[in-house]
């Protein structure tokens, strides 16, 4: 049961750092943006990812499992552990964990992550313990009747497109925008802006 904690800590560790660059980084966040596109939070919202998501998640878990072993009881422990615990978290559930609350992830505690509201973004986003938030100063502690509206400001991509294709299309339109910079920029270049200034501008 220990190990079984220990491998869940370093595997939330992990994809906490996954997490965070999926929501900073908007190459990745178009693979990411699909799950948090539900307006209705539900447990059908824990396996709503893009298959690039997903396929990131596995090569993610590689390396601890190879660390760790694939047969070991904690680790049979702990992947069924963490989808259990996904769809838990994800229920759209009035369930706040009270004095648990900074000790493990509940339907109240991830509904602010998925919030539309602009201060809870980019909170909350370990997904067994929140501990590593508080570490790394993301964590969210939500008052007892907070239970945000969810989903994504702006258009939404749709459930085939977001499954499939729309990753691409966007990569796509920000290579086109790039390259339409980079054009626009290239009479300029040859004057004072370095690399530096062509980036922030
Ligand atoms: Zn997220
Ligand atoms: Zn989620």
């Given at each position: 049961m220990l190990l079984a904690l220990a491998f869940g800590f370093v595997w939330d560790l992990c994809q906490?750092?996954?997490?965070?660059?999926?929501?900073?980084?908007?190459?990745l966040w178009e693979t990411h943006r699909f799950h948090h596109e539900e307006t209705a939070l539900n447990v059908a919202a824990y396996p709503r990812s893009h298959f690039l998501a997903v396929l990131a998640v596995v090569l993610f878990?590689?390396?601890?499992?190879?660390l760790f072993g694939a047969q070991a009881p904690h680790a049979v422990a702990a992947f069924l552990m963490f989808p259990l615990w996904g769809f838990l978290s994800h229920?759209?559930?009035?369930?706040g964990f009270g004095p648990?609350?900074?000790?493990?992830?509940?339907?109240?505690?991830?509904r602010i992550h998925h919030?539309?509201?602009p201060e809870h973004r980019d909170r909350n986003f370990a997904n067994l313990f929140p501990v590593i938030d508080i570490v790394f100063g993301t964590y969210y502690r939500p008052a007892p009747d907070e239970y945000p509206p969810t989903g994504t400001a702006g258009e939404r991509v749709g459930n085939l497109r977001g499954a499939t294709v729309q990753p691409f299309i966007a990569w796509r339109a920000m290579l086109a925008a790039r390259r339409g910079k980079r054009g626009a920029d290239r009479p300029a270049a040859a004057g004072a802006l370095g690399w530096r200034g062509r980036r922030a501008g």
């Open positions: 906490y750092g996954l997490h965070r660059l999926q929501h900073a980084i908007p190459f878990n590689l390396p601890l499992v190879a229920a759209n559930l009035r369930l648990l609350t900074p000790l493990v992830v509940g339907p109240q505690l991830h919030s539309a509201l």
